[in-house]
């Protein structure tokens, strides 16, 4: 039976060091959430990137042979440096030395144009081989919208898969990103777990559960999380047993 219930993806990181994130629809918001939380159970946390992620104070400037503040605030945003007001990429060694001195490394390796969903391009996404998990995540906002107004590099989504860009983006239209080649490109054989975030905004909520089993089905996957980071709130959906809520 299908189990639905109000459960932090928190839980899912037990003993997790390096994160990274994917997609679109809100990762750097879900990045912040996480390591605000992993900050209140005393955790040090670093945020990264290995393409461009918004600088927000605090943030630091990663130098080579000059380490990590003592005093560095939690958590703190590191990047090589700024350009266009973004904190630029680290390498994947740079990415490991911070494992070093702090409890958890969340990684953004995507970058989406503040569109709800995407395509990646060939040199998509940036996943350091280190990650223990992979986030991937997609907006909820994109449904029945048209394809080139809230895909990033709808272009390449088009020729790919010979759909319309005139087309709005209907349950089955959106089940096609989840693929090796779109949103589940260069994960391989890492842990992972899909996020459809902004269903406080979806326009028809009543269609988020079978969309729901429907990619578990299709990625043969033990859960995925329905989110509103909005609201701070979160609902697991997995296979098991027993069934014991509801999605409200």
């Given at each position: ?83 266009e007001g973004k904190l630029t ?114 326009e028809d909520r009543d269609i ?5 089993k429907n990619i578990i089905r ?31």
């Amino acid at each position: 039976m299908w189990l639905y219930q109000s459960k932090s993806p928190l839980e899912s990181l037990n003993g997790l060091k390096f994160i990274s994130f994917i997609g679109a629809g809100g990762k750097t918001s879900f990045i912040k959430y996480l390591a605000r939380e992993l900050s209140k159970k005393g955790e040090k946390v670093a945020i990264t990137t290995t393409t461009k992620i918004y600088a927000e104070e605090p943030y630091i400037i990663f130098r080579d042979g000059e380490g990590i503040p003592e005093d560095t605030q939690n958590p703190v945003m590191i990047g090589k440096a700024i350009k266009e007001g973004k904190l630029t990429a680290l390498n994947e060694e740079e990415v490991e030395f911070l494992g070093t001195r702090f409890d958890r490394v969340l990684i953004e390796a995507d970058g989406a144009k503040k569109k709800p969903i995407k395509f990646p391009a060939y040199f998509e996404p940036v996943i350091p081989a280190l990650t223990d998990k992979v986030f991937v995540l997609c907006g909820l906002d994109c449904l029945f919208k048209r394809i080139d107004d809230v895909v990033f590099r709808w272009r390449d989504f088009c020729d790919t898969t010979g759909i319309s860009h005139k087309e709005l983006i209907s349950p089955d239209i959106f089940l096609k990103f989840f693929s090796k080649d779109c949103l589940l490109k260069g994960i391989d054989k890492k842990d992972y777990s899909v996020v459809l975030n902004k269903y406080d905004i979806c326009e028809d909520r009543d269609i988020l559960i079978d969309m729901a089993k429907n990619i578990i089905r299709r990625l043969k996957i033990n859960e995925l999380y329905i989110s509103s980071l909005a609201f701070r709130l979160f609902y697991r959906v997995n296979y098991c047993l027993a069934s014991t809520s509801v999605l409200t």
